[in-house]
């Protein structure tokens, strides 16, 4: 049976990437976990002039709402797969995106991770979006990026 991640952020091109999982495993057997990452970069070092006990209360509520999102995304997506009579587990994780996905990945024994070609950060490059990039070149195992 082939083990497939997932991972996604909510993003259009995440989407795409779930709806060609779909197509992909419909008729086969596969093991399908949707991986979501909520990243854990510093926000305080956005908010100067703040005391440092409003700083951790800012931290906390951005942090609550991220993984509040993050239970969004994969609640969505994972009724897409129920929708198609698909079943599938969910991952949620904190960390670097592209860092964790490859971990899970390797940690899982999956066989190939799925992606979006751009996801929901600002910055991009020439081909792909950064964290497809860097996973590409990270994990040991295939991966499919979807435009």
């Avoid at 951005?62 to 929708?83: P, V, Y």
């Amino acid at each position: 049976m082939f083990k497939v991640l997932l991972a996604t952020d909510g993003s259009q091109s995440s989407f795409k990437a779930v709806d060609k999982t779909i197509q992909l495993v419909k008729n086969m057997k596969a093991e399908v976990t949707v991986l979501t990452v909520v990243h854990d970069a510093p926000f305080y070092q956005f908010y100067d002039g703040l005391s440092a006990e409003h700083l951790v209360a800012v931290q906390k509520s951005i942090e609550e709402g991220a993984e509040k999102r993050a239970r969004e995304i994969l609640n969505k997506t994972a009724n897409r797969f129920r929708e198609n009579g698909l079943e599938v587990n969910t991952i949620l994780k904190k960390g670097h995106p592209a860092e964790v996905i490859c971990q899970v990945a390797e940690e899982g024994r999956f066989d190939f991770v799925v992606m979006g070609s751009r996801g929901l950060g600002g910055i991009k490059e020439l081909l792909l979006g950064s964290v497809s990039n860097r996973v590409v070149h990270c994990a040991k195992c295939s991966v499919l990026i979807v435009r």
